[in-house]
């Protein structure tokens, strides 16, 4: 099956400092990675898609500014949340799609969840 | 607008079958998945649906009628793992996943 890892599991930080989050895909080249936002009790909220290579797509009300997304290589992607406050404090969670492939289908395969507490 | 409605709860018995339906509008579609979500967890893939019919997997069951506009996850011999949401998600015509708000299902003993 296909595996992506998400370090750190969870994360607690102090208000206004930045905390990066590793999306890695383990046993398959991802050309396309996502970044979703899960605050509980509700469903997954897409922030952005990004695409080896290239600058990230951010969803209507997601400050790219905020959200620093580097999608480095094939194999890993990177959410950076800079000057974090508590609002910020909810479940990431990154996807990862391979490239086409004959007779497949579209899937994502999810990395575990990183929860952020910001005091 | 795209939009995904599926019921906000549900509870079943152990044992017993649960169908959880899903109805969508989206722009476009590319297929329908349904994905398991325990709390506190990332989302893990059950079924794709891209085509008319009931696929079935073991205990899980989706469906799919593209002219309705309607998916059903059928849940058999129901066991307390399966305490989870159960999201819908649709792949519309620029292949991004519209998601639904989750349908959490409680089994009871």
């Known amino acids: 099956g296909a595996v992506v890892s998400q370090h750190p599991s969870w994360v607690i930080c102090k208000s206004g400092t930045s905390v990066k989050i590793e999306c890695r895909s383990l046993d398959f080249q991802a050309t396309t990675m996502f970044w979703y936002r899960q605050f509980p009790k509700q469903s997954l909220m897409l922030m952005a898609t990004?695409?080896?290579?290239?600058?990230?797509?951010?969803e209507q009300g997601v400050e790219k500014d905020k959200f620093l997304i580097n999608h480095a290589s094939l194999t890993l992607s990177t959410l950076t949340v800079t000057s974090a406050h508590p609002e910020d404090s909810s479940f990431y969670i990154c996807s990862a799609r391979r490239g086409w492939e004959v007779g497949g289908y579209n899937e994502q395969f999810f990395g575990p969840g990183t929860r952020l507490t910001v005091l | 607008g795209q939009n995904i409605d599926q019921p906000t709860e549900m509870t079943a018995t152990e044992g017993a079958i649960v169908q959880i339906n899903c109805t969508y509008q989206?722009?476009?579609?590319?297929?329908l998945f349904w994905y398991q979500q325990h709390a506190g967890e990332a989302p893990t893939f059950l079924s794709y649906?891209?085509l008319d019919g009931l696929e079935e997997k073991g205990r899980f069951s989706s469906f799919l009628s593209r002219s309705k506009g309607y998916s059903y996850l059928l849940l058999k011999e129901l066991q307390m793992k399966d305490s989870a949401s159960y999201l819908c998600a649709v792949l519309d015509s620029n292949y991004q996943l519209i998601w639904g708000a989750g349908t959490k299902l409680i089994i009871k003993p």
């Open positions: 990004s695409n080896e290579g290239s600058k990230a797509t951010y």
């Open positions: 649906n891209v």
């Open positions: 989206t722009s476009g579609f590319n297929g």
